[in-house]
């Protein structure tokens, strides 16, 4: 049964950085998937943050590019969301996402929250 697991959420102040982590469990295939993060504001609908394809390509959502960084791991099954300049409206549950042809998985979410 696949898996996926984030960590690495908090509170930080505006202008900081963080890292959060998603490990994958329960396939040998996930070199192939495609990687993503979505986050949900409060009150707010689910949306893209970043992806990664297996091939390396990425994509952002035009309100993170040049403050977030997507990454992977494949050897160690992890993906990674690398943030800085965080700000008030960033705040959200951070979901880690893994796509196949067949199927998409979710892990059950990190909170960061931004505030002073």
């Known amino acids: 049964q696949v898996q996926l697991v984030e960590s690495g959420g908090g509170l930080v102040q505006p202008g900081e950085s963080l890292r959060l982590s998603c490990l994958a469990s329960g396939s040998s295939m996930f070199s192939f998937y495609t990687m993503g993060w979505y986050r949900q504001a409060p009150g707010k609908q689910r949306e893209l943050v970043a992806t990664?394809?297996?091939?390396?390509?990425?994509d952002y959502a035009d309100s993170v590019k040049g403050r977030f960084t997507i990454s992977r791991d494949n050897a160690k099954n992890m993906s990674y969301l690398q943030m800085s300049s965080l700000k008030p409206e960033d705040t959200a549950v951070y979901y880690c996402?893994?796509?196949?042809?067949?199927?998409?998985?979710w892990g059950k979410g990190t909170l960061v929250t931004v505030s002073s």
């Open positions: 990664m394809r297996s091939g390396g390509f990425t």
């Open positions: 996402t893994g796509r196949t042809t067949l199927k998409d998985y």
